[in-house]
């Protein structure tokens, strides 16, 4: 079965940084994309945080550009989310996602909390 876990999460004071992982049971240089997601409280929709693409492009939601950096280990099969500056906005519970070349193929993780707060 096809796996996502997600970790690194936790609290943080503003300004703060975190870096988050995502381990994953596939090849994730198989994937047309890897990225992180985000849903805030009360929010039943993910956002787009950060997306690295088979060609090696990237892209991020406006509001962490500059702040986030997502990266990748092929060796591992592992995705990283680092996460300089945070603010009480980012505050959400952060998910891995895997789009396959079929775009119709993604596969999520079960997702990790990240609270910024003082």
């Known amino acids: 079965q096809v796996q996502l876990v997600e970790s690194g999460g936790g609290l943080v004071q503003p300004g703060g940084s975190l870096r988050l992982s995502c381990t994953t049971s596939?090849?994730?240089?198989?994937?047309?994309?890897m990225g992180w997601y985000r849903q805030a409280p009360g929010n039943q929709q993910r956002e787009m945080v950060a997306?690295?693409?088979?060609?090696?492009?990237?892209n991020y939601a406006d509001s962490v550009k500059g702040r986030f950096t997502i990266s990748r280990d092929g060796a591992k099969n592992t995705v990283h989310l680092q996460m300089n500056s945070l603010k009480p906005e980012d505050t959400a519970v952060y998910y891995c996602?895997?789009?396959?070349?079929?775009?119709?193929?993604?596969?999520w993780g079960q997702g990790t909390q990240v609270t910024v707060s003082s």
């Open positions: 996602n895997y789009q396959g070349q079929d775009l119709t193929v993604n596969y």
């Open positions: 596939v090849r994730i240089n198989a994937a047309y994309a």
């Open positions: 997306r690295a693409f088979i060609s090696g492009s990237t």
